[in-house]
């Protein structure tokens, strides 16, 4: 999904559950964060369900959960599948077991054979 698409109140949350997980501009608030992070993507916004992803995977707002951050990173890569490889990836190879690394390198292959296949074009390494 391009941000172009995203209309502009979810740019709103988005910047602001960024501003809130970060601590820029105003003091850290990692469940405002993941409250404003989880309206944007409900919505399906991308960016918004890597940054829960994360938020599950340091365990910030939210308890700690490996699946968790796989299956937002998973989502996420419906909606924006380059940048969700990418992302899942990091996520996988930093906190997942090694079961659980075979299953998120298999799933990251199927997108970027589903990828390619649809953009008829080569997928990116990473």
């Known amino acids: 999904m391009a941000l172009v ?19 820029q501009g105003v003091q850290r608030h990692d469940l405002e964060a993941v409250k404003l992070y989880r309206q944007a993507a409900d919505q399906g916004v991308a960016r918004a369900q890597y940054g829960i992803a994360l938020m599950y995977a340091y365990g910030r707002g ?8 796989a299956r937002w990173s998973h989502l996420a890569a419906e909606y924006d599948q380059i940048q969700a ?36 074009a080569p997928a990116p390494d990473r």
């Open 5 to 23: 698409s995203v209309p502009r109140w979810l740019h709103r949350w988005l910047w602001f559950a960024a501003l809130y997980a970060a601590g």
């Open 62 to 69: 939210l308890a700690q959960n490996e699946e968790e951050a």
């Open 85 to 120: 490889m990418t992302s899942a990836r990091g996520v996988i190879e930093q906190y997942c077991n090694e079961e659980q690394k075979k299953k998120g390198e298999a799933a990251i292959s199927e997108w970027k054979r589903r990828w390619s296949k649809e953009a008829k």
